[in-house]
C-alpha cells in the first residue's frame, strides 16, 4: 500500500457492488475477486503478510554475505537491487517460475549449489506452506472476534494453542 502496489483480495456476496470495491482497491494496486469468502483468511496470511516474508528473506541474505565479509552497505545494496531486479522480471515475464529458476541456475553450477540448500536440506516450499497456513488459521481466529480481535475460544482449540506456541497469533 505505501508505494501503491498492493494486491487486495475480496469477495463479493449479492449485496456488494463489485464495481464500486475494485474502483477503490485499484487505486492503491492490484485486485483479485475471489470465488469464495473461506478464501480471504488464506489471502490475508499470502499477500497481507507477504511483504514481511520477503523482507524475512532479505536479512537473513544480508546477514548471509555480512558473515562472508561483505558490508552491510555492500550487502544491503546488493540484496536491494536483486530482489529490486527479480520482482522486475516477474511481472514482465511470461515463463513460469520454474523456468525463471532454470534460466539463472545452470546445471552443476553455483546457483544449483545453493538452491539444492534451500529446497532439499530445508525444503523451502514446505516451511513456506507451513508459515502461511499458520497465518491463515490465525486470521480465521482473529475474525471470529470483532470486539477484541482475539480468538474467544481459545480453551477449544487445540490448533490454536499449537499455533500460539509457535509464535502466531501473539
Known sequence: ITVNEGIFSYYCNQNTK???????LSVMGKNIKLEKEE???????????????????ADAMVKAA?????????AETMIKQTIYGSAKMLLEAEES????ISNV??????????LNILQEKYS??????????????????????????????IESSSSFIEIYTDGACS
Open 105 to 114: 541456475a545452470s546445471k552443476g553450477g553455483v546457483t544449483e549449489a545453493a
Open 124 to 153: 523451502l516450499e514446505n516451511i513456506m506452506f507451513e508459515a502461511i497456513e499458520a497465518g491463515s488459521k490465525c486470521s480465521a481466529i482473529i475474525g471470529t472476534d470483532k470486539e477484541n480481535g482475539l480468538p474467544s475460544a
Open 97 to 100: 517460475f520454474k523456468q525463471m
Open 39 to 57: 478464501m480471504m483468511d488464506a489471502a490475508t496470511a499470502l499477500a497481507g503478510s507477504g511483504p514481511a516474508y520477503l523482507f524475512l528473506f
Open 66 to 74: 555480512k558473515k562472508m565479509g561483505f558490508t552491510k552497505d555492500q
Open 18 to 24: 463489485e464495481k464500486e470495491i475494485e474502483s477503490l
